[in-house]
């Protein structure tokens, strides 16, 4: 009898450790992993589909019986993304500047607003202003102007690479524009020169310098000469990145402002009159660097921006229908925690001069999705009396720097950092060859840049003090709870009424009895809640929750058998009569109840295949909700365990709950609260958020081993396959020592050959 996975055995598990019955319990046999690609929309050229960083702990292995094409989409789980998908756009986006209605609102707002800008950058506290180590590496004399090829260092060990471009004669106090690069990977035979010296980006800061402003052009560090990492969900599978609040748009406006602390110190520069400009993902830094940092006094972000909507589930494009998302860099989107429309980021920049700068067959920008912006944004440059410091400007084209959008940006900056309305005569350009501009020979041995997205944000230290560990302990972890309410899951429905849960049918067959129920944890959120039990059974004892992966979910299919089919919302082949006879066996001389929960996204309601590209498309939407689709989760396993006040066999009696992976973390955080959870059974649970159970921000707060002891004075039991892995948990035992407490444990269950 294999029942481990569903249930059963675990429970033969759990109370044997009680001396009740014997306890060898089977192991999960070892199955293939699933596909591990996690790339994205990668370009047609590229031929190699890296790994991801982690494993997810949500895999595809097959059991008998259930499911014929485990971890394969579901057309009902398809449906249910998109719906709901779009109406948490819908919310975002008519909750955007709804509560603005005067400029005193505004302006009693903005600062707390501007807090959150930085922490869903990954900015808040501010790293420290540290030496900038400026290295003029050459000076190159052209007829109009002169360039200095320099890098700097925005903090110890990330380098930023730049040309300045400085018009001649050389001015004093002249006005400055920083020029923030987009995508174009310029390289040979394997030398990156930076996207600085792509022929459209090197051009503007040329053009700039010969219409007078000392203008200076940055790599990113994606693409620029001593290389970072902006991929890390788009295709590396790095979910760690929002668990630790990390974005790499972070990384580009620090670069950015620290580039705007370099120029204050330059004489020919009037740090009165800083502009900045950039297209595709160098728009969306114009973007960032203009809402946070005031010394900006004029920006025009040019196809860098669409909003929620259009991101979500808008797009225009076959590729990119179900938003745009799909063809964006992570570079481009904050950790979105407060649920903000990108309006609200332009609202930032006012009344400071704004023109976003668009095309009209951009497929990555598609025309609603920045009309409906620049529709929000406007009414608040009104209130400023400003309605002239904003403008959209839609050209003809695609996603290219076209001749319109170059002649707009330049009248744009001559009118309000010159206080010049003439129209700018744009002289023809003939770039230089990348070798000439790039500034380093080769990566300085200090260089963190290449790492930077492994030290750019720390998480939480929780070293256990030497002394008065409970009284550090009832504090921290207070503090703590409060945190994850605030950020972590900040998003969940608002309201304590019980879910909707409606019967949906009930089978007997061999003695046992199995209810079904519709569970409505959400608006658009529909699963299916299972309760089984003895026939004879009528009043349990205790009810034990499953939170059910894709794997858990195949075997509580074949546990059940074919005859259960029309319950499960599954295909069953199998009919076991064995195993349902030890089912009905133990819930009769336990007096206990199964119930089980397969969360959104999984099994019945599995909305992509798992390790496509479908399903990394659908985890990047969640952070720019303000969410995870593990944190959805756990609000549907804690929305199960709230519905079983509703089935009256249930109502208030005792609840166990486990899970296995990442079901067990998720399962542990939906009933660490719930009053009538006494005891958790959790099977190879990850050890850190890092690896698995990835929540928003939560790495910033806590970890796995601080959630575990958070759940204390309940019974918290790991279980684990060899003592290695039964080591990891150590902090849990040493701080459990300290406070006098007794609740948490790990056992060894080897795993099966």
């Not at 003439?422 to 380093?440: D, S």
């Amino acid at each position: 009898m294999r029942w481990m996975m569903s249930g059963v055995g675990v429970v033969v598990a759990m109370l044997g450790a009680f001396g009740q019955i014997p306890s060898p319990i089977p192991s999960p046999s070892s199955k293939p992993k699933p596909d591990a690609n996690a790339g994205q929309d990668a370009p047609p050229n590229a031929s190699s589909k890296p790994k991801p960083d982690a494993n997810s702990g949500q895999d595809a292995n097959s059991g008998p019986g259930a499911n014929a094409a485990v971890g394969e989409a579901t057309p009902r789980g398809r449906a249910m993304i998109r719906a709901w998908m779009r109406a948490q756009a819908d919310q975002v986006a008519k909750a955007c500047l709804a509560d603005v209605k005067t400029l005193a609102q505004w302006q009693a707002k903005r600062p707390e607003l501007k807090r959150q800008l930085f922490e869903m950058m990954g900015l808040d506290p501010l790293p420290a202003k540290t030496d900038l180590r400026v290295t003029i590496v050459e000076k190159l004399d052209q007829p109009k102007y002169t360039i200095e090829k320099l890098h700097f260092q925005s903090m110890p060990g990330v380098y930023v690479t730049g040309n300045l471009y400085i018009p001649k004669p050389a001015p004093k106090h002249a006005p400055t524009i920083l020029y923030v690069c987009g995508h174009a990977d310029i390289q040979k035979n394997g030398v990156f020169f930076g996207n600085k010296t792509a022929d459209a980006y090197q051009a503007y800061p040329a053009r700039f310098a010969e219409q007078g402003y000392v203008a200076l052009a940055i790599d990113t560090l994606q693409l620029g000469e001593i290389r970072g990492l902006h991929h890390g969900t788009y295709r590396l599978g790095m979910w760690w990145w929002p668990s630790l609040g990390y974005t790499p748009a972070g990384i580009e406006l620090w670069n950015a402002i620290r580039a705007l602390d370099y120029l204050e110190t330059r004489p020919e520069v009037d740090a009165k009159r800083f502009g900045v400009t950039g297209r595709s993902g160098g728009g969306a830094t114009s973007w960032w660097l203009a809402a946070a940092d005031e010394r900006i006094q004029c920006a025009v972000p040019v196809a860098g921006i669409a909003d929620m909507i259009a991101q979500l589930s808008e797009g225009i494009e076959p590729r990119l229908k179900e938003g745009v998302i799909a063809g964006h860099c992570d570079c481009m989107f904050f950790v979105n925690t407060y649920r903000w429309d990108f309006a609200q980021v332009a609202a930032m920049i006012a009344p400071r001069p704004l023109l976003l700068g668009n095309s009209d067959a951009d497929p990555i920008f598609p025309v609603p999705g920045y009309r409906r912006l620049a529709d929000q944004v406007r009414p608040l440059y009104a209130l400023h009396q400003a309605a002239d410091h904003f403008a959209l400007l839609e050209t003809v084209g695609v996603h290219q720097d076209t001749p319109a959008l170059q002649q707009g940006t330049f009248d744009w900056f001559q009118r309000w950092l010159k206080n010049d309305p003439t129209k700018v005569t744009v002289t023809p350009f003939v770039p230089m060859p990348p070798e000439k501009l790039k500034v380093v020979t080769a990566i300085p041995a200090d260089s963190i840049n290449a790492t930077l997205h492994e030290q750019f944000r720390k998480p939480a230290n929780w070293e256990i003090p030497s002394e008065n560990v409970a009284a550090w302990w009832n504090e921290r972890s207070q503090s703590a709870r409060n945190q994850l309410r605030r950020q972590v899951f900040r998003n969940w429905p608002v309201g304590d009424a019980l879910p909707k849960c409606v019967p949906a049918g009930e089978m007997i067959h061999d003695g046992i009895r199995l209810q079904a129920f519709d569970l409505t944890t959400e608006p658009g959120i529909e699963l299916r809640l299972w309760l089984m039990m003895a026939e004879t059974v009528k009043q349990p004892k205790f009810v034990v929750m499953n939170a059910l992966d894709d794997r858990e979910f195949v075997e509580w299919c074949a546990d059940l058998g074919a005859p259960f089919a029309p319950l499960l919302q599954s295909k069953v082949d199998t009919d076991d009569a064995a195993r349902r006879k030890t089912q009905r066996q133990l819930s009769q001389q336990f007096q206990l109840a199964m119930a089980a929960i397969v969360p959104r996204g999984m099994g019945p309601t599995r909305w992509a295949k798992i390790g496509s590209v479908d399903e990394t498309q659908m985890r990047r939407r969640f952070p720019l909700i303000g969410q995870s689709w593990e944190g959805q989760q756990v609000w549907d396993i804690q929305a199960a365990l709230r519905a079983l006040q509703q089935i009256p066999s249930c109502k208030d009696v005792p609840r166990w709950v486990q899970g296995h992976r990442d079901l067990a973390v998720l399962a542990l955080y939906a009933g660490m609260d719930d009053p009538l959870v006494k005891r958790f059974d959790l099977w190879n649970p990850p050890t850190s958020h890092r690896t698995g159970a990835h929540l928003l921000n939560v790495l910033t707060i806590c970890d796995v081993p601080q959630a575990m002891a958070m759940a204390l004075p309940k019974k918290v039991i790991v279980y684990v396959e060899d003592a290695m892995q039964e080591a990891r948990w150590d902090w849990v035992r040493r701080l459990q020592t300290a406070i006098g407490q007794t609740g948490f444990s790990v056992r060894i269950v080897p795993a099966k050959k």
